[in-house]
């Protein structure tokens, strides 16, 4: 992965103090103890960081996914 997942990575851990050994891209936001309001406060961070506009209906399950949505919408 790329920069978006290492700064998708870092923000969990600085924002929202999830250890960073259990940040994976195929680990699941919920195994890493995000409930739907922290979801979504990352999906924010993510729209803000990156101009992007994220549907938090189609949000991806896992953080590898989010990193490759974003990647996708920024063409």
Known sequence: MG???DWLAASLVERLKVDPDLIRPEELFRDIGLDSLSQL?????ASDAYDVDLDPNDL???VGGLAEKIEELRG
């Open 3 to 5: 920069t978006v997942y």
């Open 41 to 45: 406060e990352v999906l924010i961070w």
């Open 60 to 62: 991806p399950d896992t």
